[in-house]
């Protein structure tokens, strides 16, 4: 079990706007850790797509956003496109724990 | 750019060491760390070496897993002993980067390099 929770898999069509939670706890994203989010293409090594919560790496399209709220983030993909499809995982730091924590990931389905 | 070596078919309780050589930056001046992923399963982060040098451990290798660095080569290591069937993973040699809530996150990764503990 993940100390932080995302949903398996979620689908949407070309176009749609899908959003995937990662749930923590008080000792995590609660703690006023930081959440970062990442894509991870079939085959390859992930990516890092937003960090600080809600930051963009350069390169990385406005079409992806992030938001944290309480013990919780979201990943929002807007104008989904085909080669969105991929696995999302975010993570943060876990005091309890004194480590680096992932959620379990989500694997996202272009319809 | 990070590159992994030294992967490979190892028997329960035997030993290994990976290699990841940096180009680009300079391992002794970031936050180095190991992530690792079982096969059709999520990340999970192994261990971390602070630029000053503190090591630090998931739970779940404490113990068994070191994780070092050579700056004259400019590379990052990890030697597993005591392997186990579930440390099979592809291992990810990343680095960090500091966080706003002090902690970290990795901008830049390997390709992995496969492990597998199996007799």
């Known amino acids: 079990q993940s100390v932080l929770t995302q949903p398996p898999s979620l689908s949407g069509a070309p176009g749609q706007r899908v959003t995937i939670s990662c749930t923590g706890s008080?000792?995590?994203?609660?703690?006023?850790?930081?959440v970062h989010w990442y894509q991870q293409l079939p085959g390859t090594a992930p990516k890092v797509l937003i960090y600080?919560?809600?930051n963009r790496p350069s390169g990385v399209p406005d079409r992806f956003s992030g938001s944290k709220s309480g013990t919780s983030a979201s990943l929002a993909i807007t104008g989904l496109q085909a080669e969105d499809e991929a696995e999302y995982y975010c993570?943060?730091?876990?005091?309890?724990?004194?480590?680096?924590?992932f959620g379990g990931g989500t694997k996202l389905t272009v319809l | 750019q990070l590159v992994e070596s030294g992967g490979g078919l190892v028997q329960p309780g035997g030993s290994l060491r990976l290699s990841c050589a940096a180009s680009?930056?300079?391992?002794?001046?970031?936050?180095m760390s190991w992530v690792r992923q079982a096969p059709g399963k999520g990340l999970e982060w192994v261990s971390v070496i602070y630029t000053g040098g503190s090591t630090y451990y998931a739970d779940s290798v404490k113990g068994r897993f070191t994780i070092s660095r050579d700056n004259s080569k400019n590379t990052l290591y990890l030697q597993m002993n005591s392997l186990r069937a579930e440390d099979t993973a592809v291992y990810y040699c990343?680095?960090?980067?500091?966080?706003?809530?002090?902690?970290?996150?990795?901008?830049?990764w390997g390709q992995g390099t496969l492990v597998t503990v199996s007799s």
């Open positions: 008080s000792s995590n994203i609660g703690a006023g850790y930081d």
């Open positions: 600080d919560n809600n």
């Open positions: 990343a680095r960090a980067d500091f966080d706003s809530s002090g902690y970290y996150y990795f901008d830049h």
């Open positions: 680009g930056f300079t391992v002794n001046t970031d936050y």
């Open positions: 993570q943060s730091y876990d005091n309890s724990l004194s480590g680096v924590v």
